[in-house]
């Protein structure tokens, strides 16, 4: 035998060696495709609880709770409560809260504090601040006297209300 038919058959057989190897690959899965996840996808939580970060300065409590988005919650029937002397209660029919820049817009808004309750059909209370405000009505009671009116602020650190349209305001004393 001849050396060219040596070469020739290991040619061939390298050839042959080869098949497995072309076989494997053109039967492997292609990638799977590239899908799109909406990261965060609207969400309901029951019971929804929420604290300040790092000490306790408040709580925002909900029975029901809806992620819109990431850092927007809608809420049914919240209360949130601030840890201060003397605490203060915020209830709401409803709200919205945005976490990332701490603001709370209520929808038939009653806040406590001390002897000051305030009512209003909607506003907006700012966690940090400690601020609430409502361009609509509210009554305010405060002790003996309730003031109304609309564009109302409470400064809730420096105790102030703040009522700068249509102010009536009512004192009841008790007569001998």
Known sequence: MSRSFFYKAAL?????SLIPLVIFLSRRESPPEKISVRLHQKQTVENFTLNSTGQTRWVLKAPVAVF????????TSPVLTVFRTPPVTVR??????DRKR?????????LE???LRAFSPGGTY???KEIFKSSSGCRV?????????????LLIPEREVIITQQVKTVISGEGK
């Open 68 to 75: 819109r988005e990431k850092d927007l919650i809608e809420l």
């Open 141 to 153: 009671v405060a002790g003996s006297s309730t003031t109304e009116g609309k564009n109302c602020t």
């Open 113 to 115: 504090t001390g002897q």
């Open 102 to 110: 701490g603001i709370l817009t209520l929808r038939d808004v009653y």
């Open 92 to 97: 709401a029919g409803e709200a919205l809260f």
């Open 126 to 128: 700012l966690i940090d």
């Open 12 to 16: 061939v057989l390298a050839l042959v």
